[in-house]
Nanobody, 122 residues
Framework: QVQLVESGGGLVHPGGSLRLSCAAS????????MGWYRQAPGKQRELVAA???????DFADSVKGRFTISRDNANNTVYLQMNSLKPEDTTVYYC????????????????WGQGTQVTVSS
């Protein structure tokens, strides 16, 4: 069984910063890409940032220059540093990881965290 556990959400003033963390645990052979998505009520889930196992990153245009993504491969953890936060960044953020298990290392499956709320408000 594989779990993704997120932490770090909360309430912050506009212009402030938050750091989200997501730790993968359980029966893990390897982790390919890891990333963060967000979903506002009534809207589709959208990619915020992603990082490959080799460190290549990708960002949504709306967060470029403000957010950074990093990962600790030894601890199966991915981070999202969010700076210069805006009210429109308010929503639930979800961690995602493409994971291979020892039982089927040839098969990559996508796992999701439970979501963490980020609220940007004065």
């Amino acid at each position: 069984q594989v779990q993704l556990v997120e932490s770090g959400g909360g309430l912050v003033h506009p212009g402030g910063s938050l750091r989200l963390s997501c730790a993968a645990s359980g029966s893990i052979f390897s982790i390919d890409a890891m990333g963060w998505y967000r979903q506002a009520p009534g809207k589709q889930r959208e990619l915020v940032a992603a990082i490959t196992s080799g460190g290549t990153t990708d960002f949504a245009d709306s967060v470029k220059g403000r957010f950074t993504i990093s990962r600790d491969n030894a601890n199966n953890t991915v981070y999202l540093q969010m700076n210069s936060l805006k009210p429109e960044d308010t929503t639930v953020y979800y961690c995602n990881a493409d994971i291979r298990t020892p039982a089927s290392p040839w098969r990559r499956r996508s796992y999701w965290g439970q979501g963490t709320q980020v609220t940007v408000s004065s």
